[in-house]
């Protein structure tokens, strides 16, 4: 849970812009403004705040006119928060079976405001759940082979 360890010195917009670049940059060898426009549902100004953000905090290249590029610092903290969102997910979707679309919704709202101790601790309980259960088709067989020996 190393990873999910991150200072709060950006705002959850400028956090949600970093993730979205680190997303496409997944899909895609480069990432162009009106990408991240698109993406986001926003106006090319409010890109182009962002990215000045992204990059006075050294967490992102770009020159007027061209591609957005991720430093290793951007990747980093992307990760991070990609994560966070990853296990806020899981836990409401694959624990508590909360539908996928609420279960997106819900984890986005909270990977922001969750201190970093319940989250490590969601992940933790999140993985032990996951360990513990048996597939459906195999839940309760164990007895049934013995009941038909009799």
């Known amino acids: ?11 959850e917009s400028v956090e949600d812009y970093l993730q979205d670049i680190f997303l496409l940059s997944l ?6 403004l009106r990408d991240i426009a698109i993406k986001r549902g926003v106006k090319m ?12 905090n050294r967490l992102v290249e770009h020159e007027r006119y061209g591609y957005v590029l991720l430093t290793d610092a951007g990747v980093e903290l ?7 969102h990853e296990t806020i997910y899981k836990f409401l979707h ?11 919704e819900d984890a986005h709202k909270m990977e922001h405001d969750l201190h970093n101790e319940t989250l490590e601790s969601l992940a933790k309980f999140t993985v032990t759940i996951q360990k513990s259960k048996l597939p459906q088709k ?5 007895n049934m082979s013995a009941s038909k020996k009799q």
């Open 1 to 11: 849970m190393e990873a999910m360890r991150m200072e709060r010195t950006l705002t």
């Open 27 to 32: 899909d895609r060898k480069i990432v162009r």
């Open 45 to 56: 100004p409010s890109v182009v705040n962002a990215i000045k953000i992204l990059s006075e």
């Open 78 to 84: 992307a990760r991070q928060i990609y994560e966070r």
């Open 94 to 104: 694959d624990v508590l079976k909360v539908k996928e679309e609420i279960a997106e």
């Open 138 to 142: 195999h839940r309760g067989t164990e």
